[in-house]
């Protein structure tokens, strides 16, 4: 299955992130916990944790672009293979974890 | 401008890095220029606004100091009028009050009293409103300082004129006080690439209209704007002014606009007793005949930390939107 | 400083009082008669470079600290010839070029100005001080606290000098301030402290040159409490509230007869000198007085002048 990570929220006052930093490229399976993103916020960093064994598959905002609590941010899925669908921005969206630094 | 261009002139950035921007180039041009105040040394200031600077400029000129308001502005003044640069945070605009001293009774009259032989360069930067923080952590006493000769006031709404009003602060040759809002830091904005101050006097005509002029400044434009879009969906057309400097205040954009609309309503967080709005309606009167105009404030009443209270004596965009129609209904003004 | 300038300084600021207080037009004043040893003996020891920080009762500092007494007199009487053009009169006159930062009339509002002006100083790494003179009566302000607190933390160049004449306007200081020493506020914050007496002025000249010695070193702020005695009321509008048997027993303290017997006494100075003294600084008055009279009031439009 294809899911959508979106900007985790809500977070306190917030309604914009700017992204600080991806770890990790198109390709890469997260283990549940694991560091998948993390956002800024005007006074904080939001760490995003993968929930559930995934595989990165597209990144939709690079590194400085900004972001509203809510819209996508990269594309997962449960196998490496499986096909994007065209209609990416209505896909499910993944649980996440997250945590305000 | 086409949203291309804006890009290539612009760049997206917190409100907060905005004021990081302008004390950064401005300490980096001014070697006098020094900071004093409380947290804002390896800390980087209760909003993160100074975060870098200590890194980049050293304690010596990112000086924190005790919980001192009277001492921290005194030593800023003093300081000033010897030689330096200073800007003074002062965390609350409500502690302020306990530095009106040096800054109303030293600092504003010392270029007057001593014929022009000291001048006293100092920015005293500090932030108002409410936000959940109760009576004394939420006030907006703007309108006192107005009525202070030989002080400056300003207070921006956006990132960019944060940067340039900070910015032309830091290059006046007396005191100025430079005022955020605590509901500003979260936001974000577009501030030009290349460095450029802004002139103070020169209010920001945001929106086009021509039924009601609305006049605000700092975050009260928020709700103003909100206010001005949902009474376009009623057919009521606003002229929108940003003020961004109080003192001085740029009365003739104000009147080009109520010449085109002949109805004004000022919103404020503050007091409306002697306030931003009263100065302004006053003064408009003075230059005009026959304008409605309303005027929106906080109520007479201190500002809770209570949610419900706390909301209730200040304007949003509903109690906007009905004083507006009121007033072009012909009940009010 | 010599012994006979000590003399004429004090001797200047005692005549020149006596020449105000009896114009017509002297206008609104706090006189330093009886008071001169603190300004004179405090001033002998400050350098050209020094700043020179005091209150409303400005008078004595500002002739001790050298101005011409035609250009304060002037400034008095609101003349435009005064160097603040006579808009600041007594309560705020200064001349920041010749070491007088100025006068500032708010009681104890001038304690963290003169710190900045210390800090000032300071980033210019030179071996300059400024000393700030306030009375008893802002002893009992907090903004004394901060300074201390501040100045003791940033090693400061600053030297806190506090005429100690016994009284706010009518208000004893024992029934004002708990401490029992004045410069005892100064010790909780490592600060060398002194009170001395001020009615004589080679103790309060010592005791400056001790203490701006360890300013100039580097060493931090120091603290200088001078007992004194005015001989007039608070101010030229305000009641005498002591007693008259208090007040004589005051005028026997008188500085200038003290330092100008110890002097004739070790013939120092004979009797015709101190004549001759007394007559020089009497026509220095009068040409301050001509000189004053001569100048021109502001035209009323400068109300508007230099105010941002």
Redesign the interface.
């Known amino acids: 299955m294809i899911y959508q990570l979106q900007v985790p929220g809500p977070v306190p006052d917030v309604e914009e992130v700017r992204i600080l930093e991806w770890h990790g490229e198109v390709g890469r399976a997260f283990e549940p916990g694991e560091l998948v993103v993390e956002l800024e916020t005007h006074k904080a960093i939001v760490e995003v944790r993968a929930s559930k064994i995934s595989v990165l598959r597209d990144i939709l905002c690079a590194e400085g672009d900004w972001q509203k609590i809510g819209a996508a941010l990269a594309l997962f899925s449960d196998e490496p293979d499986e096909p994007i669908p065209d209609d990416a921005e209505q896909l499910t969206a993944m649980l996440v974890d997250f945590e305000i630094t | 401008m086409t949203l291309s261009d804006e890009t290539a002139a612009a760049t997206?950035i917190?409100?907060?890095e905005a004021i990081i921007r302008a004390l950064q180039e401005e300490m980096q041009a001014d070697p006098?220029l020094?900071l004093l105040g409380q947290d804002i040394g390896a800390f980087g200031g209760s909003?993160?606004e100074f975060d870098g600077l200590f890194d980049a400029f050293g304690a010596?000129r990112v000086r924190d100091?005790?919980v001192?308001e009277?001492?921290m502005?005194?030593?800023?003044?003093?300081?000033?009028?010897?030689?330096?640069r200073?800007l003074v945070s002062i965390t609350y605009m409500d502690f302020l009050m306990l530095a009106l001293?040096?800054l109303v009774?030293?600092a504003a009259?010392l270029?007057?009293?001593?014929?022009?032989?000291?001048r006293a360069p100092v920015v005293v930067k500090t932030t108002a409103g409410a936000k959940g923080q109760g009576v004394a952590h939420s006030q907006c006493i703007e309108a006192w300082l107005m009525a202070v000769?030989?002080?400056?006031v300003v207070a921006p709404s956006t990132p960019a004129d944060a940067y340039g009003l900070l910015k032309t602060a830091l290059r006046e040759e007396?005191p100025v006080v430079y005022i955020d809002h605590k509901?500003l830091?979260?936001?974000?904005g577009h501030v030009p690439v290349k460095a450029a101050c802004i002139p103070f006097g020169q209010a920001l005509h945001v929106r086009s209209g021509s039924d009601v002029t609305l006049v605000s400044f700092s975050y009260m434009m928020t709700p103003t704007l909100q206010a001005a879009e949902r009474l376009n969906a009623q057919g009521v057309s606003c002229d929108v002014i940003d003020l961004r400097s109080l003192a001085?205040l740029d009365m003739a954009t104000i009147c080009t606009s109520v010449k085109k609309t002949g109805v004004m309503v000022t919103v404020e967080e503050g007091q409306l007793t002697c306030g931003v709005g009263s100065e302004i309606s006053f003064r408009l009167r003075e230059m005009l005949d026959g304008v409605k105009i309303a005027r929106i404030g906080a109520v007479a009443a201190p500002v809770s930390s209570n949610r419900v209270l706390e909301a209730a004596s200040l304007p949003d965009a509903d109690k906007i939107v009905t004083c507006v129609l009121t007033l072009l209904n012909g009940k009010g003004g | 400083m010599s012994a006979h300038e000590l003399l004429h300084d004090m001797l200047l600021i005692r005549t020149f009082e006596q020449h105000l207080i009896k114009r017509r037009d002297h206008g609104f004043q706090l006189f330093s008669s009886g008071e001169e040893a603190v300004s004179v003996g405090l001033c002998s020891v400050l350098n050209r470079d020094d700043q020179l920080l005091c209150s409303g009762r400005a008078i004595g500092p500002a002739l001790a600290r050298g101005l011409e007494p035609g250009l304060v007199l002037a400034e008095l009487l609101g003349k435009v010839a005064g160097p603040c053009r006579g808009r600041a009169g007594r309560g705020h006159m200064a001349l920041p070029a010749q070491g007088f930062f100025g006068a500032h009339a708010v009681v104890g509002g001038n304690l963290t100005i003169a710190a900045g002006v210390a800090l000032a100083m300071q980033s210019e790494g030179n071996q300059n001080l400024v000393a700030c003179m306030f009375g008893d009566g802002a002893c009992g302000a907090g903004a004394l606290h901060e300074t201390l607190n501040i100045a003791a933390l940033w090693h400061l160049p600053l030297l806190l000098v506090c005429n100690n004449n016994q009284y706010s306007v009518s208000t004893p200081r024992a029934a004002a301030l708990a401490p029992q020493k004045l410069s005892d506020l100064a010790v909780p914050f490592g600060m060398p402290a002194l009170t001395v007496d001020g009615m004589d002025v080679t103790a309060v000249r010592d005791a400056t040159r001790e203490f701006s010695d360890h300013i100039r070193a580097g060493k931090g702020p120091a603290f200088l409490e001078c007992i004194s005695y005015r001989f007039t009321p608070h101010s030229t509008s305000a009641r005498e509230s002591r007693p008259t048997a208090e007040i004589e027993a005051i005028q026997a303290l008188c500085p200038i007869v003290r330092l100008s017997s110890q002097m004739l006494m070790d013939g120092e100075i004979s009797q015709a000198d101190l004549d001759q003294m007394k007559k020089d600084v009497n026509a220095a008055v009068q040409a301050a007085s001509v000189f004053a009279e001569a100048a021109a009031f502001p035209d009323p439009a400068e109300v508007l002048h230099d105010i941002v």
């Open positions: 997206k917190f409100f907060r006098k020094t909003y993160r010596e100091m005790p001192a009277a001492a502005v005194g030593i800023g003044v003093g300081a000033a009028a010897a030689g330096m200073t001293d040096p009774n030293y009259k270029r007057f009293k001593t014929a022009g032989q000291l000769p030989g002080l400056k007396g509901r830091f979260p936001t974000a001085p």
